[in-house]
């Protein structure tokens, strides 16, 4: 089958994220602006093309004055890199519906490689009739690698923020016209 593309529906998809806060609890985010470009055969999605982009201005972890020093020079440092890139280089079968998607992630002018894990949900015509189609994927990312490095320390030994943050992706795409 040829490649079809696919608009990503944002209503229906979430970006989330998690990290070690204060070496004993998890302090859990969403970005709420992101978008794909995909172009996929949902039959053979090791053939697909992805480009996902994240607005890292719009960060929100309920609380307004952490996200403001999230946007800071100290983290994301969005008047200079307002944006997350990440553009699939590789995507391998594990079976069943999983992939392993290898790709360049650009954050903080940095461009590193980065493998997620992501699963099929499978695909479906909504009562409008429209072809969608779902995925999840989950992946490791060390913030430090990225220049991501502010932290203070705790007198009680260790660091306030961790290094290593999980991200979560719910996503459904709509087949584009």
Same mark, same amino acid.
């Given at each position: 089958m040829a490649k079809t593309k696919w608009a990503l529906d944002q209503t229906h998809s979430a970006v989330d994220f998690s990290i070690k806060h204060m070496m004993i609890a998890n302090v859990k985010g969403s970005f709420k602006k992101f978008d794909a470009v995909i172009e996929a055969d949902t039959a053979d999605l090791t053939t697909a093309t992805i480009e996902f982009t994240v607005d890292l201005a719009s960060i929100d972890t309920r609380n307004e004055d952490r996200d403001n020093h999230l946007r800071s020079a100290d983290f994301f440092d969005v008047e200079n890199h307002p944006v997350l890139t990440f553009k699939a280089t590789n995507i391998i079968s594990e079976g069943d519906g999983d992939y392993l998607i290898t790709g360049d992630l650009t954050l903080n002018?940095?461009?590193k490689s980065e493998?997620?894990?992501a699963t099929y949900e499978g695909s479906g015509k909504d009562p409008w009739g429209n072809e969608k189609a779902?995925?999840? %994927?989950?992946? %490791?990312l060390k913030r430090s690698e990225y220049g991501l490095t502010w932290n203070t320390a705790l007198e009680t030994g260790g660091v306030l923020v961790g290094d290593k943050v999980k991200i979560q992706l719910e996503l459904q795409a709509a087949k584009a016209e």
């Open positions: 002018g940095i461009t493998t997620l894990n779902g995925f999840s %994927v989950e992946g %490791v």
